[in-house]
């Protein structure tokens, strides 16, 4: 009778097996079954950053056309900070700060030293780029952007995720857009107001979807149609597009992911690769 093994002498040729190989024969052992729902309510993500990029491009172009004071912006900034970091400790409860260890005093004064120092080098980075045309500036500027888009931490475990990667990407295209604003002042408050939408407002979402995931929903809606009604005073077709690009991330996308499920057929059986299970660490001694 015919073994699976290759240290004996057998009679039959090496490429031979029996009918008892496929009886192993298992398909789709680690496959996953997704909600259409679930599904979606993780698109949120995805749709809360697109939604962030096209914000911070509205802001920028509003402020290069005068629409908008960096006094005005500034303000308003602000105040939303406060708001959302009263929000982030009103979730969980100031738990999350407790096991940190981090106190508002630190929080504050991390906020003082990095305003401080923003507003100091403002000059320096309004006159970084001059050197640099426009085209190259704004071509520079959809790079990052769209970098940040990939390398951003959407919550799957992938190797092309880097937070640190995304954030960077993110400050350098602020950086370069701020650069072609009318004053040092501008500059400024665009590289802060980037700091927050970039850094600031991601932590919250997290905490909200962790925590709140009615609320996380609810702000995803509204975040998503106060970055649909600034594109649309800017371009109609740019918010028709928009509109479209979202809906299919947040709708299209999770439908065709689960359809494409059930055509998945992954064979598994004993020709996979062996996998040591015991514990070898006796041998390293």
């Given at each position: 009778r015919w073994q699976k093994v290759l240290y004996e002498r057998q009679p039959f040729p090496d490429n031979y097996v029996d009918q008892r190989f496929l009886e192993e024969l298992r398909k789709n052992v680690h496959a996953r079954q997704y909600?259409?729902?679930?599904?979606?309510?993780?698109?949120?993500?995805?749709?809360q950053q697109l939604c962030s990029v096209c914000v911070f491009v509205l802001t920028w172009w509003y402020m290069d056309a005068g629409m908008l004071s960096p006094q005005g912006l500034f303000g308003a900034a602000l105040v939303s900070s406060l708001f959302g970091y009263v929000l982030f400790d009103a979730v969980d409860g100031g738990t999350g700060r407790w096991a940190s260890g981090r106190t508002r005093w630190a929080d504050l004064k991390s906020t003082l030293?990095?305003?401080?120092?923003?507003?100091?080098?403002?000059?320096?980075?309004?006159?970084?780029?001059?050197?640099i045309s426009t085209d190259t500036i704004y071509a520079m500027s959809a790079l990052m952007l769209l970098g940040h888009l990939i390398?951003?931490?959407y919550g799957a475990n992938a190797a092309i995720v880097s937070s640190t990667l995304s954030l960077n990407m993110a400050i350098f295209a602020s950086v370069c857009l701020a650069s072609r604003l009318p004053r040092s002042l501008h500059t400024f408050v665009m590289v802060t107001f980037a700091m927050q939408i970039f850094a600031?407002?991601?932590?919250?979402?997290?905490?909200?979807?962790?925590?709140?995931?009615r609320c996380y929903v609810g702000v995803t809606v509204l975040f998503a149609l106060a970055a649909l009604a600034g594109l649309a005073t800017v371009s109609s077709v740019g918010a028709v597009l928009f509109a479209s690009l979202l809906l299919a991330i947040s709708c299209l996308c999770p439908y065709c992911l689960i359809r494409l499920q059930l055509l998945k057929d992954n064979i598994h059986g004993p020709w996979d690769e062996a996998e040591i299970k015991e514990d070898l660490s006796r041998f390293l001694m």
């Open positions: 909600r259409y729902w679930a599904v979606v309510f993780q698109s949120g993500a995805v749709v030293v990095f305003a401080a120092f923003t507003y100091g080098f403002s000059p320096v980075l309004k006159t970084l780029t001059e050197s390398f951003f931490d600031l407002w991601p932590m919250l979402q997290k905490k909200l979807k962790a925590r709140t995931p």
